[in-house]
């Protein structure tokens, strides 16, 4: 089973040499692991769908999915389902009594 300190590890040896190339030109060099980071975690919000968006909200509501993966997978989606879930529930709320004509 993974633990949390586990690598994730690929073979992409173009992708180092490109990164290498790229770490040579900057003083200081770049810092290829939070590139990593923060590559993995656009592609991964990339290949959501709306509908799978919406499954891991609900597993995140339920406590599921911790927040720290929710905000890793949904981003400012996170707080933007929120927002519309409340205006939803604050709309079903709202007293239609006559607003309607027969």
């Known amino acids: 089973m993974a633990t949390n300190d586990d690598k994730i590890q690929f073979r992409g040896h173009a992708e180092k040499a490109a990164s290498q190339v790229v770490d040579e030109l900057r003083l200081g060099g770049i810092n290829v692991s939070e590139l990593a980071r923060q590559g993995l975690t656009e592609k991964l919000r990339e290949t959501l ?47 239609r009594t006559g607003v309607y004509r027969e």
Do not use: N, P
């Not at 769908?49 to 981003?75: F, M, N, P, W």
């Open 49 to 95: 769908s709306e509908e799978e968006k919406i499954t891991l909200h609900q597993r995140y509501e339920r406590g599921d999915l911790s927040e720290e993966v929710a905000e890793i997978l949904l981003g400012d989606g996170l707080d933007e389902i929120e927002r519309e879930r409340e205006a939803f529930e604050a709309a079903t709320d709202i007293d």
